[in-house]
């Protein structure tokens, strides 16, 4: 910032983040503090399934204040609540990445469940149709690998038994 007697002048640096990522490796551990102070520690953290544990982890890595979700979603069924909070899990572990839907070599993954009872009883699917039109999951809802998609599914179970079964 310059400042003189008739105005001060901010000036906007950026920086890209593979570059702030390069400089926190090669720095000191006085650098890294800097960098830490200047971008927050989660930035150099490089694996997403270490900065996200919880759904206040996911809306901290996509720059959503927590409030702002609650009042958002606080009269929201628990399934349509749950269905906000998954399409951000995805979008928050998949670090920007969208599938290509006319690549039908680019895998896409999803989180399975078995879902039911002891007794048996749960989920079904009956088909008598000779000609089935099947989508086991919603296209938003997809994983670019399958580690990421076991993990959602793990880390996030109980959402997504709000979203499955509410």
């Known amino acids: 910032m310059y400042k003189n007697s008739k105005s001060i002048i901010m000036e906007k ?6 570059a702030a990522i390069a400089a926190y490796e090669n720095a000191k551990n006085s650098g890294k ?12 953290i490089k694996d ?16 959503i204040d927590p409030q702002d979700f609650h009042n958002k979603t606080y009269q929201m069924e628990a399934d349509t609540k749950a269905y906000e909070q998954v399409k951000l899990i995805v ?3 998949n670090e920007g ?3 290509d839907w006319s690549n039908s070599n680019e895998y896409k ?16 699917y009956c088909d008598y149709v000779v ?15 399958s580690e990421l ?16 079964t509410q």
Do not use: H, M
Request: charged fraction near 25%.
């Open 13 to 18: 640096l950026e920086i890209k983040k593979d």
């Open 33 to 44: 503090q800097l960098l830490e102070d200047l971008f927050g520690k989660n930035i150099f």
């Open 48 to 63: 997403i399934t270490d900065r996200i544990k919880t759904f206040n982890d996911v809306l901290s890595e996509l720059k």
């Open 91 to 93: 979008k928050a572990l």
């Open 97 to 99: 990445w969208l599938p």
């Open 109 to 124: 993954y999803y989180p399975y469940f078995k879902i039911g009872s002891p007794s048996g009883s749960g989920f079904s």
């Open 131 to 145: 000609w089935p039109a099947l989508s086991t999951v919603g296209s938003r809802l997809c994983f670019k690998s």
């Open 149 to 164: 998609a076991r993990y959602a599914g793990e880390q996030f179970e109980d959402i997504y038994k709000d979203f499955l």
